[in-house]
């Protein structure tokens, strides 16, 4: 089945650091990917996506390129904030699953002053 | 905006009640989800509904029914709360097909003493 694996956490970076939380997936068809964060005390919410390959999500200065030859979705930000400081999840949607997605585990990033 | 809307924040219940956990969406989406967040799972899929009446099984559906009567209500039910139930439970919603994201409730905490 479909699966989705994201750099283990905790990650600690000092204000204006470049971070990159690394995804990989496995899925059958052609997948849609997407980044959720989760701020403290909330539910998730959508970052960004990409639905089909060679695609670029971007939001708020963070990135992510849909690349099917190494099958990953990895999140970038040049220079991050205090307010980024939360936990965030890559996820799939397969055209073969019925609309259900497949979570990540979840990194947790802090950002220090 | 899409709202999500789960009826509680917090809950705390006793061992072997029956709890109704509420969630309406303002959005005519068509599936609804919900989802347990525990630390170091991740999110589980619990249970799904494509459609009112309608309700698929997730990853870990023991102990746990559901109800959809209209399409903007997905009422999870807990028939005798356990212990080991005790989580932080999250609604989520979307419209069709495999490209449109999650629109996630703030959750509800749920202790059963």
């Known amino acids: 089945g479909d ?3 994201q750099m283990e956490g905790p990650v600690t970076l000092s204000e204006e650091a470049f971070l990159t939380i690394n995804c990989t997936y496995t899925a059958t068809g052609y997948p849609s990917l997407f980044w959720y964060v989760q701020y403290p005390g909330e539910g998730l919410q959508l970052l960004l ?3 089909k390959a ?3 999500g971007s939001n708020k200065g963070f990135e992510a390129t849909y690349r099917k030859e190494t099958t990953s979705f990895h999140l970038e930000k040049g220079s991050v904030q205090v307010s980024d400081s939360a936990v965030y999840f890559c996820a799939l949607s397969g055209d073969t699953n019925a609309g259900k997605s497949t979570f990540g585990d979840g990194t947790t990033l802090t950002v220090k002053p | 905006d899409v709202k999500v809307t789960q009826s509680s924040r917090y809950l705390v219940k006793r061992t072997g ?3 109704f956990l509420e969630c309406v969406q303002d959005m005519d989406h068509e599936n609804m989800f919900w989802y347990r967040q525990d630390p170091g799972l991740g999110l589980r899929l619990i249970y799904f509904s494509y459609d009112v009446k309608m309700k698929e099984k997730g990853d870990i559906p023991e102990g746990y029914s559901v109800s959809r009567e209209k399409k ?3 009422s999870l039910i807990l028939e005798s709360a356990s212990t ?3 989580s932080m439970y999250l609604c989520a919603s979307h419209t069709q097909g495999n490209n449109s994201p999650l ?6 905490r749920l202790t059963v003493t």
């Open chain 1, 3 to 5: 699966s989705v694996t």
């Open chain 1, 49 to 51: 996506k990409a639905t």
């Open chain 1, 54 to 56: 060679d695609d670029k």
């Open chain 2, 17 to 19: 009640e029956k709890v």
């Open chain 2, 72 to 74: 903007e209500r997905f």
């Open chain 2, 84 to 86: 080991n139930q005790t």
């Open chain 2, 103 to 108: 629109h996630f409730g703030n959750g509800t």
